[in-house]
């Protein structure tokens, strides 16, 4: 497909129904349901709004043994801006991103946060209204929007790759910032007819250095990325796929791009209607959860396999044996209430069907055209694993987990599973602590498969701060070998990535 046509044909047919006229439903005043509840669950300190622009703390409370080796910045993004004036968004997903920085060394930990000043943002701070439609939310009067980056909050995701800082959202450009300052620098075009197409929250880095990833355009088209270990594209098509669903994750082996599609198409007929981009999409019970691989040297190379009915966010890793059989985790589950309900409920207080995912294991055996799914126990979300091995059989996988007696929505421990001799560890946090998503840092770069550190937040709803901890993964149950308090307390966010300096 040639760049003329490329362009043509994500702008044309089902794609422009995104861009179409809105109408709207009567709305109730979540805004005021937050504030209320808020007064009784102190989880809800976790969906709060940031007003100011900026965040920012100097030689954050430290305890606990920080390793001097351990030099470099984790950046975070989360969701940061849920309210402007009496209007507050209906879905978790909606917030403005706010990008957030600790610095580590010399014996000090600070901290930084800004808002990614996306065209949105900046619209609406200047208007000091909502101005722009969002992932599930339409309130009567906003504007329509002419292209996918009109609804970017840049809320998801983070990664250093060359020489850009690139905050990241599923359907809209990635956003460049300042790796110092934070500053917004602007939206990246990769090529000019892939202006403001989407380019996924979770990119993956191969062994080479190169980064891949996806976009879904419309209901029918999967565009595909392949950027340069120095930052610059050497490849983008898009591929035609049927009843394109809700996708937020992929994986790679050494020689495949692996997609799972759960049975919940985006329905352009309703989205052309005027309904929310979220409520657009329909959950098929009785359809299966489609895979599909992409040969990486030959984009039209496919196979499909069908697993059991089933939704997704993450995808751990994949790996490939010499014979083609394929091997993934990822984080199942039933339907997907967890996305249409409870990230909803959240918003004002409830705590919907207070759904958990619970790790899956499967098999892609490319002769025999088929695919088997073990599931694991346990109920958890945000698989991390030793960023050396992506795409490279592992042996270890850390997920935030939801232990017993949970008290908030969320997780309130970490589990380390040792895939191979199918044990684990697990640190339970205390009864008011929500765990966050904590990254794999390697602690040299020669060090074993599992010689690491393990480093997230955590929020602590009783003391009103944010945390950030540190444990040897070797002894996770042993608890955070340090610790570094902010002086305040960040919204829940989604993931980080470390940078070492």
Request: one cysteine or more.
């Amino acid at each position: 497909m040639n760049r003329r046509t490329f362009l043509q044909t994500l702008l044309m047919g089902s794609s422009a129904a995104m861009f179409a006229p809105l109408s709207f439903a009567r709305t109730s005043d979540w805004q005021q349901q937050y504030l209320t509840a808020r007064k009784e669950k102190a989880w809800l300190l976790g969906f709060k709004t940031i007003e100011q622009n900026e965040l920012a703390a100097e030689g954050l409370s430290l305890s606990g043994r920080w390793p001097a080796e351990l030099h470099g910045t984790l950046y975070r993004n989360m969701p940061a801006r849920h309210s402007r004036g009496d209007q507050r968004y209906r879905h978790w997903f909606d917030g403005d991103g706010m990008l957030q920085a600790f610095r580590l060394g010399d014996g000090r930990v600070s901290h930084r946060g800004r808002f990614v000043e996306t065209t949105k943002y900046r619209a609406e701070r200047e208007a000091e209204r909502m101005l722009k439609p969002a992932f599930g939310t339409r309130f009567p009067g906003m504007d329509n929007v002419t292209s996918s980056d009109d609804m970017n909050v840049a809320n998801v995701n983070v990664i250093r790759h060359g020489q850009r800082l690139l905050a990241l959202w599923d359907a809209g450009s990635a956003w460049e910032l300042d790796p110092d300052t934070l500053e917004t620098v602007g939206p990246v075009t990769w090529r000019d007819d892939l202006k403001a197409m989407p380019f996924s929250a979770h990119p993956r880095r191969d062994r080479d250095g190169s980064l891949w990833n996806f976009g879904a355009a419309g209901d029918r088209l999967l565009v595909l990325y392949h950027i340069d270990a120095g930052g610059n594209l050497k490849k983008a098509d898009a591929i035609p796929v049927p009843e394109l669903p809700f996708l937020h994750d992929f994986a790679i082996t050494e020689r495949h791009l692996i997609f799972l599609l759960p049975p919940m198409p985006l329905q352009m007929d309703r989205l052309a209607a005027g309904t929310n981009v979220l409520d657009s999409y329909q959950w098929q019970a009785d359809q299966p959860m489609r895979v599909l691989t992409v040969n990486k040297d030959d984009w039209s190379d496919q196979q499909w396999y069908e697993l059991p009915p089933g939704f997704v966010f993450h995808l751990g890793n994949a790996w490939e044996e010499s014979s083609g059989v394929m091997h993934l985790d990822y984080v199942y589950y039933p339907d997907a209430k967890v996305l249409t309900e409870d990230f909803r409920a959240f918003m004002h207080g409830g705590r919907g069907s207070a759904s958990w995912g619970q790790p899956a294991r499967v098999t892609l055996h490319p002769k025999q055209h088929q695919a088997k799914q073990t599931l694991l126990s346990g109920k958890c979300e945000f698989p991390t694993l030793d960023p050396r091995y992506v795409g490279q059989r592992q042996r270890y996988l850390v997920v935030a987990e939801a232990s017993e007696h949970l008290k908030h929505p969320g997780f309130n421990a970490l589990r380390r599973i040792d895939l191979e001799r199918e044990t684990e560890q697990v640190y339970r946090f205390d009864d008011h602590t929500m765990v966050e998503e904590h990254v794999i840092i390697p602690k040299t770069a020669t060090a074993g498969d599992g010689d690491a550190w393990l480093l997230g937040t955590a929020l602590d709803t009783k003391a009103r701060v944010t945390r950030l901890t540190l444990f040897d993964a070797l002894h996770l149950e042993d608890g955070p070998i340090a610790q570094a308090a902010l002086p305040y307390a960040l919204p829940l966010g989604f993931h980080s990535h470390f940078v070492r300096t």
